[in-house]
């Protein structure tokens, strides 16, 4: 899919706009049949009258939607009223000035409006053009006007731009133009139905079968730039829907557009609307139709109006010739003289730059037959764009600076600009003159003619140049001295015109030079290309350094892929052909020399530039020589072209598709087959991760056809990676790492002697010279320059080598004879005794194969016989290396290994030295393992006696706990200070937010709220999540106060804050990961310390101590027990609410933080004793993280002074202080000193961030199919870890709520809290608030003995666990969906369904009939695993037991039940008898609560929900299913409209949320909401309703993903690809 601006039409039916099949078969149908005019059908009469009819509705509408914008504006006489009236309209027009926000202000301000009538007014108007802001009397609404263009001066944007166009019209003038463009979308409408009425809409559009002379659709386009989008896309339509439907219509279309097209484009240039809502997108449509596109340029000028366009915005004055004697009569023509208006065209490039794009479509069809009449405008276009070119030669001109760096950048973007835009034009044209050689020898001679004008003013001047014996004449010019620059496009058309007489075979050498005046006229013409290669080369080599980025940015773009064709390679090509035109190379290598400032150095070049700059002429000399990929150059075909580029593209590495797209040239990509090549060269390499796109790799037989020095190169730093990424497939390969050269293909025979420039005496010097330079002769002085050079060098004479080889299997008297010359030259001999020279010792390979092939070659000159084939493939392997080398190699390797041995002697020595010496140290340590080790078997030893050895870890054996307690654990290091001898707790940075991603039932958008009891749907919920990173306390605060003074330091400065400091944000100090929270690192020695669980019994009856038949009894009665002595105990806790606002009250009294030896006053009821709470807490006894015990955890808060030094218990108050602060401010958005923060519960945020986080982890696990206790990642565990300890320590230090806590557990013996009960609660939440409630009361009861609350602890989370795992089956029996277990025909009848059928009948619930046993076995499985598995997660973490290790590779019920010690069969759970009559006694007090009788979802007056049904609430929550093809989801959005503004624009953005499959109107204006007093998007209110302001979007248009969380978001991309495995963003 691809997405592009600009409307149009269907193409069924245009035979030029399809190669074959141009009608459906609707369509063929049509056009076989109608083959008369259907206007015939009708009689003259009503054809007449429909005539005079229409005529009269197109005058109307031209007449009104064509008056000007004006106050003084007025309707045509016929139209005027007979009394005046005072009525009139402030009318606001659309711009591309302005912004929303600007626009909403002012017509609030002008209007007296609220900010949401004026941003739909603002939405008006940009999607309608215009919109009548106030109707009134004349005063009144030119009292509105005038506050609309009042500036602001305190407003940039007013400061900086026009006043907003606003007109005051009469309203009947409004009123009359409104109602035009409703009979024009009526016309439209009729046009489309009936065929009859199309044809005569058309006629009269365009003033045929009319006696009028005055044409509607002329005055209509003359008028465009006057009227606003809604009344131009209604005559759009109209044009669409007549004109463009038939061929001699829209050719007729296309006549008048070109005769208005230099007014239209004047006009769009003064507007500032877009292209696709202006007459001018019609280009287009119209001149890419062949036919048409050539009628326009062969009679109605199109390509000189065009280029005529062109020219307004880059000329403004011209000036005859200088210096132009000599040259003949000069005509009239070639007295103008254009003169380019930087400063204009960079003012107007913007709006202009649509003629480029008609250019292209108007060059785009090649005529097959040229009219003497299309040659003659052709040329004169020509001639134009000569002249026009020639204003850009030497454009940004620049002298080379030597005293002090430039002080002020240039402006340089215009120039790169425009030579962008021209790069497709130049190709399309230079198809025009391939067609024809008669127009390309025409066009040539033009080119030179007007070349040799600009050469007669600046080039005539020669010098004579000595070098070596001999002195050569060149022009004089020396770029270091004068002004050059990159821009020489007209030099550069000359090559584009020579190397296209290459597709000739009747033109020769002769004829090309014949048509300069002389050869040195040539020479003076390539000369320009030269110097821009010659610049570029010296910016390269650092020689222009002073003259700052603006040089280095032009050298950049004119070698990278969008300049390059016109540019960089038309220079080569200017020297390829210069090179085999000229007789005497010496010259014009002298002449390359000369440019690069190799003869005469320049002013300030060191040893360094000159180095580099011999480095980029031998680089030149390869390019111009050998790179002869090129059709017009050289005998090779596109395949081995797309080949070659291709092969270097991926030299450095794989790529996906569309990097490999751009980094070719467009003369590839244009051409279909190029992929197929990509197959042929590059082997696929599809991805599986998210993150990755899948790309191509270059196959490993291709690795030998990369050249180091390939010319398209964009930066060395390509070209380094790209040898590197060689060197090391080359290594894997175990191939040869030496660059041996390739062959190139043949010169054409136009350009065969272009090689005899590497035969001529100049270069073979040169090379002598260089091979002989002490620079890289002397060891002393080389550097990696010279190796770089050196290497480039042999390269060179390799090439050379290779293409003579080349040429003597074909012809043994070729003539071109390097190896003879090198031989004269004594460059061979050079070569010879370089061999064993260290300075030639990195190259010494390369040296050996070159002497070896000049060898072959000469033997091939005397007729010795070869074998081509093995020469052919042995020619490119390294000769053989010398005996000598071979035994110095192995004397280096044996001198190695004896090193190394010496090495690891030396060591082994240290280390017997350093045990001797601490002999005392060592033997201790080793007592004191091994006593551990004894004391860790007799512990052993001793549970072995109560324990079976083979019995499967339990969560609840103390011993299990107690040795979880006491296991190392690695401690972590401040990141901050990295010092771990501080008496400091240490904190996790966190980020906690309200989640609701596990939400079943989006129906309701409640508020987040601090509920002991959860919804059964889970509407929301606490999610926590840590980068496990840890810092001391102190050492966080002290950062975070530091991110405070940063955060209000670029906020005083406007600067963007990745935080917000009032939502408590900061980043990581190591990740940058953005926290609001910190969580403290607590062990789990102290835990179960603080918990009493170290002084427990080792071990009591647990499910997997003892037979299942007598369990099922022991644990009932454990259950039943646990729940009479609630009962008893919590009696007190349904006292009225006065009694408990008072105690409440009580307790708020006292401070925030209470010393332990203070107790609690008694409330106004008292307090019976009980098994679970007590009166008064009593102090706890805490593990510092040193190992020493300290009492009093809490002391009375210290002073916060800056002397108070704090310490560790100092440290852990105010460390949940902080934590307590952040869970408010993120959660609820609360401050510690809010009455709301001080009267709630401090502790169930904490407790419900547990239960949701396990919750999340557990549904992750699932969805990725992964088992729930595989190794999780450290940052998993880090959180989970983090929050459940401290969630225990958190109950001791805060105040306890005792009623409010009693009333909790009152949950389980059957009572509501409010309108809940515990069957109409998420299970699991209740049951971990039950456990961390039951825990903190009863830490607080003084009355039992330690080793007794230690035992009480384990059996209340046991029997807290056991009762919620039976409610949670309950549950489900209770509220599971009747049709996923019942079927028409099964009558079954088990366990499992009569307990089933006796929990209903406990809620009054109708008993299920035909129910399928497995259907609802695997039901209740299904609903019950999440469960289970959320369980085993949180006790892992809460009591420290691993599970069985089988857990980690496959989740396994019955072992995670075990672990859980619960029975293993659902059942069994339920304590079902074997007669089936016999339920935990519990259920019954559950099931029979009135809020659950009313909840029946069978009952009449009740509609079943299945969003509050099993197996639903238990499912994974996804999101939305989206089509496997992209085209379906588009087809989605294809109707889409604006709910508010139904109007068709592309400005809509219709969005899908992903989470609950809605379509939203997003990205504008129009559809903003309030919240809190501030404008939001659809999608972020949206977000506030679906998912508590977390959203995830596809924006359908823009194939992407947005990404929200509250005020912040990101897009990233759509889950669908392309066949090469890619995301697209936008279709681009």
């Not at 919109?131 to 004349?138: D, E, F, L, P």
């Not at 406007?1054 to 944000?1065: G, T």
Request: proline share 4%; net charge negative.
């Amino acid at each position: 899919m691809h997405s592009s601006n600009g409307g149009g039409c269907c193409d069924c039916g245009d035979t030029e706009a399809w190669k074959s099949g141009a009608c459906c078969s609707l369509h063929l149908i049509d056009n076989e049949q109608n083959t008369q005019d259907v206007r015939s059908l009708i009689g003259q009469d009503l054809r007449r009258r429909l005539q005079d009819h229409i005529y009269v509705i197109f005058k109307y509408a031209s007449d009104t939607l064509a008056l000007p914008k004006s106050d003084q504006v007025a309707l045509p006489s016929l139209l005027q009223r007979e009394e005046e009236s005072n009525d009139s309209a402030t009318v606001v027009y659309n711009d591309e000035s302005h912004t929303y926000d600007y626009v909403i202000k002012k017509l609030s301000e002008a209007c007296k409006c609220d900010n949401k009538k004026a941003s739909d007014f603002a939405t008006i108007i940009d999607r309608e053009g215009r919109s009548i802001v106030i109707q009134g009397t004349t005063q009144s609404c030119n009292a509105v006007k005038q506050q609309m263009v009042k500036p602001d001066g305190y407003s940039m944007e007013s400061r900086n731009s026009k006043p907003l166009q606003t007109y005051v019209f009469p309203i009947n003038v409004v009123a009359h133009q409104e109602f035009s463009i409703l009979l024009l979308s009526w016309l439209t409408t009729l046009s489309q139905r009936c065929e009859i009425i199309r044809l005569i809409v058309s006629d009269i559009f365009v003033s045929k079968e009319t006696d009028k002379e005055e044409c509607i659709l002329r005055k209509l386009m003359v008028a465009d730039g006057r009227m606003w989008k809604g009344a131009r896309n209604s005559y759009f339509k109209l044009i669409m829907s007549t004109l463009m439907l038939n061929m001699e219509m829209k050719k007729d279309l296309s006549v008048h557009y070109t005769k208005l097209y230099a007014k239209l484009m004047e006009d769009f240039v003064d507007d500032d609307q877009e292209l696709n809502v202006s007459i001018m997108c019609l280009s287009v449509q119209l001149f890419t139709v062949p036919s048409i596109s050539l009628y326009l340029a062969e009679h109605e000028h199109l390509l000189e109006i065009l280029l005529t366009s062109l020219l307004i915005a880059c000329c403004t004055e011209v000036k005859p010739y200088e210096n132009a004697a000599g040259h003949g009569t000069l005509t009239d023509d070639d007295q103008i003289n254009m003169v380019l208006d930087k400063k204009k065209m960079k003012e107007t490039l913007h709006r202009f730059a649509n003629v480029f794009l008609d250019l292209k479509y108007a060059l785009g069809t090649v005529p097959t037959e040229w009219t003497d009449c299309l040659k003659e405008r052709f040329l004169k276009f020509f001639n134009l764009y000569v002249k026009m070119t020639g204003c850009f030669e030497g454009l940004d001109g620049i002298e080379r600076k030597t005293d002090r760096h430039l002080e002020q950048e240039p402006e340089w973007q215009t120039g790169v600009t425009v030579h962008m835009r021209f790069v497709p034009v130049i190709k399309y044209m230079m198809n025009w003159c391939e067609s024809s050689i008669d127009v390309l020898l025409k066009c040539l001679t033009l080119t030179i003619h007007r070349l040799s004008l600009y050469y007669a003013q600046t080039d005539s001047a020669l010098i004579k140049v000595p070098y070596g014996s001999k002195e050569y004449q060149i022009v004089d010019w020396d770029i270091t001295k004068k002004k050059v620059s990159v821009h020489y496009p007209l030099s550069r058309l000359l090559a584009a015109l020579l190397v296209t007489t290459s597709r000739f075979d009747s033109i020769t050498p002769d004829q090309l030079l014949s048509l300069f005046e002389s050869p040195d006229q040539l020479l003076a013409m390539s000369d320009r290309s030269l110097r821009a290669l010659a610049l570029c080369a010296q910016t390269m080599a650092s020689a222009w350094r002073r003259n700052g980025l603006a040089l280095v940015n032009q050298v950049y773009y004119s070698h990278e892929i969008r300049c390059r064709p016109e540019s960089f390679d038309r220079d080569l090509q200017m020297l390829q052909v210069c090179s085999a035109l000229l007789n005497d190379s010496d010259r014009l290598f002298v002449t390359f020399l000369q440019r690069y400032n190799l003869i005469t150095p320049g002013l300030n070049f060191d040893k360094t530039h000159i180095v580099a700059l011999h480095e980029e002429l031998v680089d030149l000399l390869l390019y111009v020589c050998f790179e002869r990929y090129d059709s017009y150059i050289a005998c090779v075909d596109f395949k081995e072209i797309a080949r070659r580029e291709i092969i270097h593209v991926l030299a450095s590495g794989a790529k996906p598709h569309s990097r490999i797209y751009k980094l070719l040239p467009d003369s590839i990509t244009d051409v279909p087959e190029w992929e197929e090549v990509l197959k042929d060269v590059a082997e696929f390499c599809p991805t599986v991760a998210v993150h990755n796109v899948a790309k191509y790799r270059l196959k490993d037989e291709c690795v030998l056809e990369v050249n180091p020095h390939f010319y398209h190169y964009a930066t060395p730093n390509d070209q380094t990676n790209a040898i590197d990424e060689t060197c090391k497939r080359r290594k894997a390969a175990k191939q040869s790492h030496v660059f041996v050269p390739r062959p190139s293909p043949p010169f054409k025979n136009l350009w065969k002697k272009a090689l005899n420039i590497l035969c001529c005496h100049t270069f073979l010097y040169y090379v002598h010279s260089l091979l002989h330079d002490p620079v890289i002769v002397d060891e002393a002085a080389k550097s990696d320059s010279s190796d770089k050079l050196l290497e480039k060098v042999l390269y060179l004479i390799g090439s050379a080598i290779v293409e003579e080889r080349e040429r003597v299997k074909k012809n043994l008297s070729d003539p071109f004879n390097f190896c003879q010359r090198a031989e004269e030259e004594n460059i061979m001999e050079a070569m010879r005794q370089s061999v064993d020279k260290p300075s030639f010792s990195n190259n010494k390979d390369m040296v050996c194969w070159i002497v070896s092939a000049c060898d072959d070659v000469q033997q091939r000159r005397l007729g010795v016989s070869q074998d081509d084939s093995a020469s052919h493939d042995d020619s490119f392997e390294v000769a053989p290396r010398p005996a000598d080398d071979l035994e110095k190699a192995r004397l280096r390797k044996k001198n190695a290994e004896t090193t190394r041995n010496a090495l690891l002697a030396k060591m082994r020595s240290q280390q017997q030295s350093f045990k001797a010496k601490h002999s005392v140290d060592l033997d201790s340590i080793e007592l004191e393992q091994a006593s551990v080790s004894a004391l860790d078997t007799e512990t052993e030893d001793m549970d072995s006696s109560a324990v079976d050895v083979n019995m499967q870890p339990v969560c609840f054996v103390p011993r299990l706990q107690i040795a979880a307690a006491n296991a190392s654990e690695v401690k972590d290091i401040c990141i901050l200070c990295q010092d771990s001898s501080k008496d400091i707790i240490l904190v996790l940075a966190a980020y906690v937010q309200v989640s609701s991603v596990l939400s079943k039932d989006r129906s309701s958008s409640k508020p987040f709220e601090v509920d002991a009891c959860v919804d059964i749907t889970n509407r929301n919920g606490v999610h926590v999540s840590t980068c496990s990173h840890a810092m001391h306390f102190s050492c966080w605060t002290e950062y975070y106060e530091h991110q405070k003074k940063q955060y209000q330091y670029r906020s005083q400065r406007r600067l963007h804050n990745r935080y917000d400091i009032d939502k408590n944000e900061y980043d990581c100090p190591l990740c940058r990961r953005l926290s609001n929270c910190i969580i403290p690192v607590v062990s789990q020695h102290c835990i179960t310390k603080v918990r009493g669980l170290l002084n427990a019994p080792p071990t009591f009856p647990t499910v997997s101590s003892s037979n299942e038949p007598n369990l099922q009894s022991e644990q009932m009665l454990n259950s039943m027990e646990f729940l009479n002595r609630l009962d008893d105990t919590t009696a007190s806790a349904s006292f009225s609410a006065e009694e408990n606002e008072a105690a409440n009250n009580l307790l708020l009294l006292r401070e925030d933080w209470v010393d332990a030896s203070d107790t609690i006053p008694p409330a106004s009821s008292p307090v019976p004793p009980a098994i679970l709470p007590a009166a008064v807490e009593e102090p706890v006894v805490l593990m510092e993280v040193g190992g020493d015990d300290f009492e009093d955890i809490l002391p009375p808060r210290p002073a916060r002074t800056s002397t108070t030094k704090m310490n560790y218990k100092t440290s852990i108050k105010l460390a949940f202080e902080e934590m307590e602060k952040c869970f408010n401010s993120a959660c609820l958005g609360l401050k510690p000193t809010d009455p709301i923060a001080l009267q709630q519960d401090k502790c169930l945020l904490v407790w419900r961030s547990i239960a949701y986080t396990v919750q999340s982890l557990e549904m992750i696990s699932r969805f990725k199919k992964e088992p729930i206790m595989q190794d999780p990642t450290i940052r998993d565990q880090k959180t989970l870890t983090g929050i459940t300890r401290s969630a225990f320590l958190k109950s001791r230090l805060d105040q306890v709520s005792k009623s409010k806590r009693e009333k909790m557990m009152r949950l389980l013996v059957g009572e509501s809290d409010g309108e809940t009960v515990l069957l109409t609660t998420n299970i699991f939440s209740s049951m971990v608030n039950l456990m961390f409630a039951a825990d903190s009361l009863l830490a607080a009861n003084k009355s039992k003995k330690e080793s007794e609350r230690s035992t009480r602890a384990i059996q209340n989370d046991r029997n807290i666990l056991h009762l919620c795992t039976v409610a949670q089956i309950a549950q489900i029996m209770l509220f599971i969906d009747v049709n996923e277990i019942t079927t028409s025909d099964a009558i079954c009848d088990s366990d499992l369904i009569r307990a089933l059928n006796q929990i209903r009948s406990y809620a009054h619930f109708e008993p299920l009939t035909n129910v399928d046993d497995l259907k609802l076995e695997a039901c209740v499985k299904e609903s019950f695993a999440p469960f289970v598995r959320s369980c085993t997660l949180l006790m892992r973490y809460a009591t420290g037991v691993e599970p069985d290790p089988i857990l980690k590779s496959s989740d396994d019920m019955s072992v995670m039940l075990k672990y859980l010690d619960l029975p293993t069969d659902i059942c069994d759970i339920l304590c079902l008898s074997t007669d089936g009559n016999t339920l935990h006694p519990a259920i019954q007090k559950w099931c029979s609560h009135s809020i659950i009788v009313k909840s029946n979802p069978s009952a009449a007056d009740t509609v079943s929900n299945p969003k509050r049904l099993f197996p639903y609430l238990s499912s994974a929550s996804l999101l939305v299913t989206l089509e496997n093809d992209y085209s379906d989801v588009m087809e989605k959005a294809s109707e889409f409209k604006c709910p508010r503004f139904p109007v068709e624009d592309e400005a809509i953005h219709p969005t899908l949320c992903m989470i609950c499959g809605v379509i939203l109107c997003s990205q504008t204006y129009c559809c903003q909401e309030d919240v809190d007093g501030r404008s939001v998007g659809p999608s972020t209110f949206h977000s506030l309703q679906c998912s508590h302001e977390h959203g995830v979007f596809l924006r359908i248009r823009q194939c992407r993903i947005l990404l929200l969380n509250r005020n912040r978001g990101c897009f990233r991309p759509a889950p669908y690809v392309d066949r090469h495995g890619e995301t697209d963003i936008g279709f681009k």
